[in-house]
């Protein structure tokens, strides 16, 4: 649905974009996580056509942004950072204007516009001036506007941005049912939302793609924990023992029963090779799976890196 291959932009001196590449397929939802300033929104400029890359090519549905823009704004819906509305008019008027300006032939636009308003939850607030509206019901009506031509591809540029989090929570809620429907990609700098909302995440700092991955292979360690019940001689120097095996460390894990963290050396899952250990041995496994990570812990470690 989307490629984006080795993208490049500078501000004068400031290098926004250093060779971003990266393909997102039809159906998934996918978050572009980062710190202010690592270049989400120049991505997000360029894929919607509102900004020419110094280098790289982008393509939506295998039409090319720069040749085609029109092509490709016609199956994108696009919700910018702070969406600017005009504060007079009203939610009907708003969402009127809009599809005038997506050129919705008029016998079409009631059936568009009440589908969209139904969707966002706006049907009993079509009258009220968007002056008068609170900063959620503001941004249901900028997503209101970027579905109205029922787009594959929703692009969301901080969506949650200075929301209260009830409000956030509406929003997210309204983004997942969305995403049954079209393609989303999002941007936002806040780790909770990526964990509520997507299958995969893309973690940009200063310019370039720290990792892309889902979001359960990017919290999977090589590393395995294993709970028995009990203590069978020898096992931890046979767990040790084990291909790909650095270290074994008997903890604690509340309950009295014998618990091990097998560290791995290469990162590949150890999970089968202590199921088969535990079987030929006869121990009885209480518990074996993969250690995993929190998305915190993964973005400050990419921060570190960097
Ligand atoms: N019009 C511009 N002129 C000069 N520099 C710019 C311009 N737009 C963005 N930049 C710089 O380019 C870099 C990337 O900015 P961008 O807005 O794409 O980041 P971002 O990840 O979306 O951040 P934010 O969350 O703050 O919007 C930053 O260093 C920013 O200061």
């Not at 997102?24 to 894929?47: D, Y």
């Amino acid at each position: 649905m989307i490629r984006v291959q080795d993208l490049q932009k500078a501000y004068g001196n400031v290098q926004a974009l250093r060779g971003v590449s990266f393909d997102i397929a039809q159906g998934e939802i996918v978050g572009l996580l980062g710190p202010n300033g690592a270049g989400k929104t120049t991505i997000i400029k360029t894929i919607t056509g509102f900004l020419q890359p110094d280098a790289g090519v982008v393509e939506v549905d295998g039409i090319d942004v720069m040749q085609d823009p029109r092509g490709v704004q016609a199956r994108i819906g696009y919700l910018p950072e702070n969406a600017p509305l005009y504060p007079e008019l009203t939610v009907q008027a708003t969402l009127q204007l809009a599809a005038d300006l997506r050129e919705i032939p008029e016998d079409a636009q009631l059936e568009k516009i009440s589908r969209a308003v139904y969707a966002v939850g706006l049907e009993k607030h079509l009258t009220r001036p968007i002056g008068t509206l609170s900063k959620g019901f503001r941004q249901r009506v900028g997503l209101a506007q970027a579905i109205l031509h029922q787009p594959p591809l929703l692009i969301l540029d901080e969506p949650t941005v200075g929301l209260d989090p009830r409000q956030i929570v509406e929003i997210r809620g309204l983004i997942k049912s969305l995403a049954g429907q079209s393609t989303v990609l999002f941007s936002t700098h806040i780790l909770p939302e990526v964990e509520a909302l997507c299958d995969r995440v893309i973690i940009l700092m200063n310019g370039e793609i720290r990792a892309n991955a889902r979001l359960d292979e990017l919290a999977a360690t090589g590393n395995a924990v294993v709970v028995l019940g009990e203590r069978p001689a020898g096992a931890e120097s046979l767990l040790r023992g084990l291909p790909g095996v650095e270290k074994v460390e008997a903890f604690e894990n509340g309950d009295a029963h014998p618990a091990y963290r097998v560290l791995g050396n290469n990162g590949a899952d150890l999970t089968p090779a202590i199921y088969q250990l535990a079987a030929a041995n006869g121990w009885r496994l209480r518990e074996l799976r993969r250690d995993t990570r929190s998305l915190e812990s993964i973005f400050n470690e990419i921060a570190m890196a960097a």
